[in-house]
């Protein structure tokens, strides 16, 4: 089963809103990213240019579906996968479905829905397949839980990630999950209320069983809402599940724990910190339109509180590493807020290419249509890209934010389009 499918987002940003965002987590707070305990593994570090150039990627379009000439409808298409004969699944948050199509395009069947029941889920943030490639894991954000069905659609069992007894204040709440080989990592939130109006919060990346115990613990991270001093901070919510982690097919974890440091932690199975990848790099000072863009996105999470914040705080640059992209070959593949910003006419974002030992060899730029300020981007498998537009408007949609310009966003719909890559 091919498990080379990640996704990358139309900002930074925008990855948190398809994930984090989804189902309105309490996850806002005012401190900063805990170190990771980096011991004495060895940093690669890297020049700001790479080693031998800039390749190219020319996008060849296979086949697109949705739009205003088709009678499909998607909501949110947050994460997209490929099986091991090519056919692609959808995952529409907002509609809570799997839409499965041929390699072709041509739409097979549709998997799961709206529920509490066998099979079906809420808000799913995330979609991957089990160990073993024969069932498909859904991620609910709230109660954190991961509901698991087989290819064709039935229910095939699942778990919760929990932080106590909900009676006494503690639940879980899951972001994220992958899996390779026999590998299975998850990204989520542990909460406990614990009085006085105080939300404790520890942000987790570990390795689980298939059953939901965790085995590994990778990253970490503690944060706090005073509810009395109720204020969301993009800061405080800040952390690897924006896009910045990945799973080799080894079974190694890739993670850029840091907002706005080029730096790519590796992680052993076991959990021991290998080594960390630096690249020389400047971050994207964010100008009026993204702060406006920010700020608009941190009102949407807003609205999911009982009470409204008393303030918002956003951040004056946008995170450096916008996607993890673990390769075959040891290839690691990086997406930055410049590379998604800096675009020369045509192209539609570049990658920085790593070789297995950390060195960055590459520059890709890929030669397409689309705004990856807008638009979610998929890498499937080695040789395809999908493009899913008006993502960011779509999600604004979803919770109910517009622009905040005079005029209203004409609504347009959502496409996808399945590209080949040629290199």
């Not at 075959?328 to 990658?351: C, I, Q």
Request: glycine fraction near 12%; include cysteine.
């Amino acid at each position: 089963m091919d498990q080379r499918n990640r996704c990358g987002d139309s900002r930074g940003m925008l990855r948190l809103a398809e994930s984090l965002l989804l189902t309105g987590l309490l996850v806002c707070g005012g401190l900063a990213p805990g170190a990771s305990a980096e011991g004495q593994a060895p940093h690669i570090p890297n020049p700001a240019q790479p080693l031998q150039g800039t390749d190219e990627i020319t996008l060849e379009e296979l086949w697109r579906i949705g739009g205003e000439d088709d009678e499909l409808f998607f909501g949110v298409v947050s994460q997209i996968l490929a099986d091991s004969l090519g056919n692609l699944y959808l995952l529409d948050s907002q509609l809570s479905e799997v839409q499965v199509y041929s390699p072709g395009g041509e739409h097979l069947r549709t998997l799961s829905r709206e529920g509490d029941g066998p099979g079906e889920i809420r808000n799913p943030a995330d979609l991957f397949f089990m160990p073993g490639g024969r069932s498909l894991a859904m991620v609910q954000t709230f109660p954190g839980r991961v509901v698991i069905i087989d290819l064709a659609g039935d229910p095939a069992g699942g778990f919760r990630i929990g932080a106590g007894d909900p009676s006494q204040g503690g639940f879980g709440v899951l972001i994220t999950g992958r899996s390779q080989g026999d590998a299975l990592v998850l990204g989520g939130i542990h909460m406990r209320f614990s009085g006085q109006g105080v939300n404790d919060q520890e942000f987790f990346l570990a390795r689980h069983s298939i059953d939901g115990t965790e085995q590994t613990r990778y990253l970490t991270k503690s944060s706090q809402i005073n509810f009395a001093e109720f204020v969301i901070s993009e800061a405080g919510m800040d952390f690897v599940w924006g896009g910045r982690w990945d799973v080799a097919p080894d079974g190694r974890v890739f993670a850029n724990p840091e907002r706005n440091a080029y730096a790519i932690e590796v992680y052993a199975p076991d959990g021991e910190l290998e080594r960390v990848i630096e690249r020389q790099y400047e971050s994207w000072e964010r100008d009026q339109p993204a702060l406006r863009e920010a700020r608009l996105l941190m009102d949407a999470v807003g609205r999911n509180y009982p009470a409204p914040p008393q303030d918002v705080e956003i951040l004056e640059t946008e995170p450096n590493i916008t996607g993890l992209y673990c390769r075959s070959g040891g290839e690691l593949w990086v997406r930055t807020s410049r590379a998604d910003r800096e675009r020369p006419a045509g192209v539609l974002t570049t990658f920085d290419l790593f070789d297995a030992e950390g060195l960055f060899q590459r520059q890709l730029l890929v030669r397409g249509p689309g705004n990856p300020r807008e638009d979610s981007i998929f890498l499937i498998g080695e040789d395809r890209l999908v493009l899913v537009t008006q993502a960011l408007a779509a999600y604004r949609s979803m919770q109910g934010v517009g622009s905040d310009e005079a005029e209203p966003e004409e609504e347009i719909p959502m496409e996808v389009i399945c590209f080949h890559m040629k290199r």
